[in-house]
């Protein structure tokens, strides 16, 4: 059984198991895959899950809001977010399970408005989820829980913490069911990305623990960043799996198996590392498979009409591996021990003719480091004389080669989006980084891929060990006066990871490591001391603001941010002309204004997914510190009425009077009866408290609160 674990993007399969399975089977091996990530999305984005967290997120609350003070800062985030999640969970609740099968509707690409909105509510079920778990968080791409330290005691208690691993749980009832059902002899967990590392050992070692269980293996690229950390962790080997594969999967499962099948020892299988009862053993690298020589992937067994998508995209690679290899930050390469392997482009074609014929797909995303000019050309050329009729995305570095005529026959074969590798405008800082390209290439490349038609997305860096504020104001000026020829670029900071050339030769960048801790063994990320150039938090702030304020000049900004990098590729497939960018993609009403005239016999309610509550601190003046990032003024118990709109966020204080007034409202007691009530209670003119009433009532009505 090969298994993806949680957490990974829900649009589509991961490449990896696909690959594996079909190289097992084809070699007699008897393979069962298991996409664990969409089947959690299922889980955690449904209502029952969702209402589920009700009396957690209530009970979470009813502690903070019994506190004495809130401190600044973090505690009274998490009081504003945990209000507003427990608030609008039966809301979202009760949408959730539309949004899923909305966002699997063709349709939702004629409604971009429904589509930003549909996303939006899975964002906040998963912001549901994650005040439940809290400080854990997660979302629709990403997971981390800030208590796990990276040391393998950390480890081990993360992976058993029900209050904070919301996988834990779901492994449990869910999961682990059906390997008991299936009983395989080998458990595979690909770690391909540090938000599936925590997720994967707990799996992991929940699949060990069962008394004569498989043997639980691990992969991926995680692992193979932690080549040099397995094989001093006995532990790892004690709890959580048996074995662990470093670089490609293929040729080593395969040997594993057959290891197994005949119960010899493990000596023999490549990339292993795996303890017997002399210690642990670091088995040889051998070389990879030839890449010509392996099958297509194999999707049968995965549920491809679960993931959360309106048109089928199946991922596919043309090589593995980078051919520049070269840049000072990145790692991608390292999982194919910086090897390159371009594919035949017939090879390629063939793969894609016979994906799109047996699963019915059209939709194909690249997941090749990035494609060489030489690689565009062929695939294109076989594209154009086959007649695929695909839709394609890839990243691609800014090369010269990429010329106009090149660009138009990658459109013409297929190509929609382009993600371009562009990190700074700096040539100083372009050569810090050993990017290989130059800013003028830069420019001329994505004149060449717009002007043919294709999207053009850059990825931009900013904070590279030694650049200057002046580099990054280079980097965004480029970016403001070259608008018509980019559609949408994003923004990070730089972070040292390991197996980067920063991170083994930090003294040539000027940088400092800080002091190794063994505790940190599991942290992808290393901590580090500028000494020179831009600090992190500097860069994190240019980062932010260049998103904030800068994209929203580019034509495709808007467009982008209400389909999401995944939706993109296929919405621009549906459109036979130029796309209009600036299209009017309505946001909805913050607030839908009911402007009912009442009167007596007026029977007001609170309308759907509106409450009314009493708090004993201020929200308001606690969202205004968060807002402001006030560090230095606690909140202190001040008893408030509050109401609030779960759908829209409409947030408002509450008198004591009116709060009493918007008691009485259930929609069956008229305002005159609501007046007489209320007159008898406080032996008051019936005619001048139905006057104050309505003049109440009024205010709430126009801004959305009540219905009638």
Same mark, same amino acid.
């Given at each position: 059984?090969?298994?993806?674990?949680?957490?990974?993007?829900?649009?589509?399969?991961?490449?990896?198991?696909?690959?594996?399975?079909?190289?097992?089977?084809?070699?007699?091996?008897?393979?069962?895959?298991?996409?664990?990530?969409?089947?959690?999305?299922?889980?955690?984005?449904?209502?029952?899950?969702?209402?589920?967290?009700?009396?957690?997120?209530?009970?979470?609350?009813?502690?903070?809001?019994?506190?004495?003070?809130?401190?600044?800062?973090?505690?009274?985030?998490?009081?504003?977010?945990?209000?507003?999640?427990?608030?609008?969970?039966?809301?979202?609740?009760?949408?959730?399970?539309?949004?899923?099968?909305?966002?699997?509707?063709?349709?939702?690409?004629?409604?971009?408005?429904?589509?930003?909105?549909?996303?939006?509510?899975?964002?906040?079920?998963?912001?549901?989820?994650?005040?439940?778990?809290?400080?854990?968080?997660?979302?629709?791409?990403?997971?981390?829980?800030?208590?796990?330290?990276?040391?393998?005691?950390?480890?081990?208690?993360?992976?058993?913490?029900?209050?904070?691993? !919301?996988?834990?749980? $779901?492994? /449990?009832?869910?999961?682990?069911? +059906?390997? %008991? *059902?299936?009983? =395989?002899?080998?458990?595979?967990?690909?770690?391909?990305?540090?938000?599936?590392?925590?997720?994967?050992?707990?799996?992991?070692?929940?699949?060990?623990?069962?008394?004569?269980?498989?043997?639980?293996?691990?992969?991926?690229?995680?692992?193979?960043?932690?080549?040099?950390?397995?094989?001093?962790?006995?532990?790892?080997?004690?709890?959580?799996?048996?074995?662990?594969?470093?670089?490609?999967?293929?040729? !080593?499962?395969?040997? $594993?198996? /057959?290891?197994?099948?005949?119960? +010899?020892? %493990? *000596?023999?299988? =490549?990339?292993?590392?795996?303890?017997?009862?002399?210690?642990?053993?670091?088995?040889?690298?051998?070389?990879?498979?030839?890449?010509?020589?392996?099958?297509?992937?194999?999707?049968?067994?995965?549920?491809?009409?679960?993931?959360?998508?309106?048109?089928?995209?199946?991922?596919?690679?043309?090589?593995?591996?980078?051919?520049?290899?070269?840049?000072?930050?990145?790692?991608?390469?390292?999982?194919?021990?910086?090897?390159?392997?371009?594919?035949?482009?017939?090879?390629?074609?063939?793969?894609?003719?016979?994906?799109?014929?047996?699963?019915?797909?059209?939709?194909?995303?690249?997941?090749?480091?990035?494609?060489?000019?030489?690689?565009?050309?062929?695939?294109?050329?076989?594209?154009?004389?086959?007649?695929?009729?695909?839709?394609?995305?890839?990243?691609?570095?800014?090369?010269?080669?990429?010329?106009?005529?090149?660009?138009?026959?990658?459109?013409?074969?297929?190509?929609?989006?382009?993600?371009?590798?562009?990190?700074?405008?700096?040539?100083?800082?372009?050569?810090?980084?050993?990017?290989?390209?130059?800013?003028?290439?830069?420019?001329?490349?994505?004149?060449?891929?717009?002007?043919?038609?294709?999207?053009?997305?850059?990825?931009?860096?900013?904070?590279?060990?030694?650049?200057?504020?002046?580099?990054?104001?280079?980097?965004?000026?480029?970016?403001?006066?070259?608008?018509?020829?980019?559609?949408?670029?994003?923004?990070?900071?730089?972070?040292?990871?390991?197996?980067?050339?920063?991170?083994?030769?930090?003294?040539?960048?000027?940088?400092?490591?800080?002091?190794?801790?063994?505790?940190?063994?599991?942290?992808?990320?290393?901590?580090?001391?500028?000494?020179?150039?831009?600090?992190?938090?500097?860069?994190?702030?240019?980062?932010?603001?260049?998103?904030?304020?800068?994209?929203?000049?580019?034509?495709?900004?808007?467009?982008?941010?209400?389909?999401?990098?995944?939706?993109?590729?296929?919405?621009?497939?549906?459109?036979?002309?130029?796309?209009?960018?600036?299209?009017?993609?309505?946001?909805?009403?913050?607030?839908?204004?009911?402007?009912?005239?009442?009167?007596?016999?007026?029977?007001?309610?609170?309308?759907?997914?509106?409450?009314?509550?009493?708090?004993?601190?201020?929200?308001?003046?606690?969202?205004?510190?968060?807002?402001?990032?006030?560090?230095?003024?606690?909140?202190?118990?001040?008893?408030?009425?509050?109401?609030?709109?779960?759908?829209?966020?409409?947030?408002?204080?509450?008198?004591?009077?009116?709060?009493?007034?918007?008691?009485?409202?259930?929609?069956?007691?008229?305002?005159?009866?609501?007046?007489?009530?209320?007159?008898?209670?406080?032996?008051?003119?019936?005619?001048?408290?139905?006057?104050?009433?309505?003049?109440?009532?009024?205010?709430?009505?126009?801004?959305?609160?009540?219905?009638?």
């Amino acid at each position: 059984m090969l298994v993806l674990p949680p957490q990974w993007v829900p649009e589509r399969p991961y490449l990896s198991l696909p690959a594996l399975t079909a190289y097992l089977r084809r070699e007699g091996i008897r393979v069962i895959q298991k996409d664990f990530n969409i089947e959690a999305y299922e889980v955690l984005l449904s209502k029952n899950y969702l209402k589920g967290l009700s009396k957690t997120l209530d009970r979470r609350f009813e502690l903070i809001d019994a506190k004495a003070q809130l401190s600044p800062g973090l505690e009274q985030r998490y009081y504003n977010d945990l209000f507003m999640a427990k608030s609008f969970c039966g809301e979202i609740a009760s949408k959730v399970e539309n949004a899923k099968n909305f966002l699997r509707n063709p349709k939702i690409l004629d409604d971009l408005a429904a589509l930003e909105e549909t996303r939006e509510t899975l964002n906040k079920a998963l912001a549901i989820v994650s005040m439940a778990y809290f400080p854990t968080t997660l979302d629709l791409s990403s997971f981390r829980m800030p208590v796990f330290s990276g040391s393998v005691s950390s480890l081990k208690e993360v992976t058993q913490n029900e209050d904070m691993n !919301p996988f834990l749980g $779901l492994f /449990k009832t869910r999961f682990i069911p +059906s390997i %008991l *059902e299936e009983k =395989p002899d080998i458990v595979g967990i690909t770690i391909a990305g540090q938000s599936q590392q925590i997720p994967a050992l707990t799996l992991a070692r929940l699949v060990k623990s069962i008394p004569g269980g498989p043997h639980v293996v691990v992969g991926g690229h995680v692992v193979t960043l932690l080549n040099d950390v397995l094989p001093t962790r006995t532990e790892l080997f004690d709890t959580f799996f048996d074995s662990a594969i470093r670089f490609d999967g293929e040729r !080593p499962l395969f040997e $594993l198996a /057959k290891s197994l099948d005949r119960g +010899s020892g %493990l *000596e023999s299988v =490549p990339n292993l590392i795996f303890r017997d009862s002399k210690g642990i053993h670091v088995n040889p690298i051998s070389p990879p498979e030839d890449f010509d020589s392996l099958p297509p992937p194999d999707f049968d067994g995965l549920p491809l009409d679960k993931y959360l998508s309106p048109l089928r995209v199946l991922p596919i690679q043309s090589s593995r591996g980078c051919y520049w290899d070269k840049c000072a930050f990145c790692t991608h390469s390292r999982g194919y021990g910086k090897k390159y392997q371009p594919r035949n482009p017939s090879k390629v074609i063939a793969d894609i003719n016979h994906l799109k014929a047996k699963y019915n797909c059209s939709h194909f995303a690249f997941e090749d480091e990035v494609i060489s000019p030489r690689a565009a050309n062929l695939l294109s050329n076989e594209l154009i004389n086959t007649h695929s009729e695909v839709t394609l995305t890839s990243n691609i570095r800014l090369e010269k080669q990429f010329t106009p005529e090149l660009c138009q026959k990658m459109a013409k074969a297929g190509f929609k989006v382009l993600y371009l590798g562009f990190e700074s405008a700096s040539q100083r800082v372009l050569d810090l980084m050993d990017k290989g390209i130059t800013p003028s290439v830069a420019e001329e490349v994505c004149r060449n891929v717009h002007d043919a038609g294709i999207w053009t997305h850059l990825y931009v860096m900013f904070g590279f060990p030694g650049e200057e504020s002046q580099d990054a104001r280079e980097t965004i000026d480029f970016l403001r006066s070259h608008k018509a020829v980019i559609n949408s670029f994003h923004t990070e900071n730089f972070v040292l990871s390991k197996g980067s050339n920063v991170s083994a030769c930090p003294e040539k960048w000027d940088i400092e490591i800080d002091t190794y801790l063994p505790e940190g063994d599991f942290n992808g990320n290393l901590q580090f001391i500028h000494h020179s150039g831009l600090s992190q938090s500097q860069a994190l702030d240019l980062s932010v603001s260049t998103m904030n304020d800068l994209a929203i000049e580019f034509e495709g900004d808007r467009l982008l941010n209400a389909l999401g990098h995944f939706y993109l590729p296929v919405y621009l497939s549906t459109k036979k002309g130029p796309v209009d960018f600036v299209q009017t993609i309505q946001p909805p009403n913050l607030l839908d204004k009911d402007l009912t005239v009442l009167t007596g016999s007026s029977t007001p309610k609170l309308k759907q997914g509106v409450t009314l509550e009493r708090l004993n601190f201020n929200l308001v003046n606690i969202r205004q510190n968060v807002l402001e990032k006030n560090v230095s003024c606690a909140a202190y118990p001040e008893r408030v009425n509050f109401i609030f709109a779960h759908g829209n966020g409409g947030f408002r204080k509450v008198s004591i009077q009116a709060a009493e007034i918007l008691a009485y409202c259930n929609g069956y007691k008229t305002i005159t009866k609501i007046a007489i009530e209320l007159g008898k209670k406080y032996d008051a003119p019936v005619a001048q408290i139905q006057a104050d009433c309505m003049s109440v009532l009024k205010s709430f009505y126009d801004d959305g609160f009540l219905a009638t």
